[in-house]
């Protein structure tokens, strides 16, 4: 994957002289210091950091910690005081004030902690901002807008004002503000903290899901460890205006890289993190109805496995059948539906291994993963679920 | 020693005598252009408002209060209105009301482009804000005084006492509500890359309307209170009735001029206050 976007030694100094404090932070003053004997703000210290085209590119870290001061440096709304960004090969921090305002309606767009919301326009309106700013002609960029507001999931609300949407709808206003411009970038700065817990687990997954088929370059600011988790491709840890680690989600659980990082991933409770789709089995071996038991247990045998879910013609998951009940049916010439049992459990693919613990626990079988429409995608052994919670 | 010594004296008055007179003379040409453009503009508010049939503007004002407020209130107004005409102070009344929305049109022409000028500069905004605080303690009868020097007696000094004196409330509150569009939502049209203009013009200004609003209903009830005073210099209309009357002691005429003055005053401020109203945006 090619590098989107690149920083390079970006420094944001908040107060009245911030160029002249420069030399005091090369000078290995900190942050504290700075602002205790010249009133300046140390924002964002030195940071360089990679972001690939298509990833989701989390930067994570307490309040304070520079995250929301950084993002607004992608796209310039704060200014770097030092420091060179690259997008696309471009230093984007030379451009003057018209390329600079082309680039932002080109490239970038922005969803806000708090909305951001224009209250005075519809929600059709909101949308079309981005492209009234580029000066698309009206037809041509409501029925854009319209189009986004579908992808987001608010058919139907195009002409409401603001304050009868919820605010899980207004964010989703918000994205689709952004997403209509169709930017290359997508800079997302706590966009799920004001709201309530289940509208933002709800959200985050609609955000995996739209990525999938999107694949935007998304910088997502978080301060919920578990969400960085979740969404990212790729995780920046920030304390103090400083970036002090960069990975996976697995190279920071498993190579936490300071005390500090080690002591914010331990809040992380895994199980919240991971889902069904990231622990489960592709299914090799099912048994279809029309083979009859003497396949199954042919399968079964051949993996060394003591059960099978038996699925029909359009893999819809029917039963499950052990090898010992197999076997005896054969003797008793029973057919594959008098053996089956019912008495499974199933799982959708984007559940949380919270919620398959107990699952797992009560029976005595695999857990099945189907999709929607009942399909077999995946099965999940019950040790898999106890050994991903270690 | 208890008084104060006469040695000590400052003659700030002269000076500024002398200044007022410079600009009279040599800037009489700047002077004469306001004064024909103000009353252009205040002969033509007044023979509109004079051409339009009285039962007309009755019911115009009976539809627009049932618009903004309910029929109650329109039916209640137009009633009142129906009043002043029936004190034989029709005419009075329609030159009261080309003088205060002429004042009114100027102060709006001149007092939201220095309150976005201001709220964009925080320097200007000190520089400007104890200018506001002065004109709105100064007692309104100085405003007499420049009035006349400029522009001699009539309704043109009359028009620009009124504007001095009614500007403030419609200044300070544009520079309030533009200042006040939360950071987020500017950001949110930067971001998009808005050009300055489009951002004043898309976004903070339809952000700061109800607020604007609020500053126009001041701004005319301020014109409204200046009615009798500035009659003192020469504008015709309800106020020379006042005027009269107190001369007089003329009790009967000085009431039903003094009750008609309230009548407008009342329904100017609930039909502007409700129109501001329609411009809140429910959070």
Known sequence: MSIKLKAKNITKIFGKKPKKI???????????????????????????????????????????????????????????TKGELYVDGENIVKYDKKKLREFRQKKMAMVFQHF????????????????????????????????????????????????????????????????????????MDEPFSALDPLIRREMQLELIDLQAKLKKTIIFITHDVNEAFKLGDRVAVMKDGEVVQV???????????????????????????????????????????????????????????????????????????????????????KTIKEVIDNDFNKAN?????????????????????????????????????????? | MREFPEAIRIKLGIYVEIFIEWLREDFSGFFDAIKSGILWFLMNVQDILLFIPWWLIIVGVVLLATKVRNVKSGVFYGFLIFLIGAFGLWEMMILTLAVVLTSVVISLLVGIPIGIVMAYSDRLEVIIKPLLDAMQTMPSFVYLIPAIMFFDLGTVPAVFATTIYSVPPVIRLTNLAIRRVPKEVLEAAKSFGSSPMQTL???????????????????????????????????????INVLTAINRID?????????????????IDRITQSAADKFKYPE
């Open chain 1, 247 to 333: 990975g996976t989600p697995d190279d920071i659980l498993s190579k936490p890289a300071t005390k500090y990082i080690e002591d914010f991933v331990q809040d992380i409770d895994r199980s919240k993190v991971f889902q069904a789709k990231h622990i489960m089995n592709k299914p090799r071996d099912v048994a279809f109805i029309k083979n009859g038991l003497k396949v199954a247990v042919k399968e079964m045998k051949a993996d060394g496995r003591s059960s099978i879910f038996v699925v029909d013609g359009n893999r819809i998951v029917k039963g499950i059948v052990t090898i010992d009940e197999a076997i005896e049916g054969i003797k008793e010439n």
């Open chain 1, 116 to 187: 951001g919301l224009f209250n005075h326009r519809s929600v059709l309106e909101n949308v079309e901002y981005g492209l009234e700013i580029k000066k698309i002609d009206k037809n041509k960029r409501q029925d854009i807008a319209k189009e986004t507001i579908k992808t987001v999931g608010l058919k139907g609300w195009e002409n409401q004002m603001l304050h009868q949407l919820s605010g899980g709808m207004q964010q989703r206003v918000g994205l689709a503000r952004a997403l209509a411009n169709d930017p290359d970038i997508l800079l």
């Open chain 2, 251 to 267: 009790i009967a005429m000085g009431f039903e001029a003094g009750v008609s003055i309230v009548i407008l005053a009342i329904i």
């Open chain 1, 22 to 80: 420069i030399k005091k932070l090369d000078e290995g003053l900190s942050k504290d210091e700075i602002l205790k004997e010249t009133n300046h703000t140390v924002g964002v210290n030195n940071v360089s950091l990679e972001v690939k085209e298509g990833e989701t590119f989390v930067i994570m870290g307490l309040s304070g910690s520079g995250k929301s001061t950084l993002i607004r440096c992608f796209n310039l709304l704060h200014e770097p």
């Open chain 1, 349 to 390: 693919p984007e559940d949380y291994i919270q919620d398959l613990i107990y699952k797992a626990v009560k029976s005595k079988y695999p857990i099945a993963v189907t999709n929607e429409e009942g399909k077999l995608i995946g099965t999940i052994l019950r040790s898999t679920v106890l050994s991903a919670l270690a």
């Open chain 2, 201 to 239: 013009v898309k976004v903070e200004l339809p952000q700061a309307m109800p607020t604007i609003m609020a500053g126009i209903n001041q701004t005319t009830m301020m014109a409204m209170a200046m009615v009798v005073i500035s009659s003192m210099i020469g504008a015709k209309g309800l106020g």
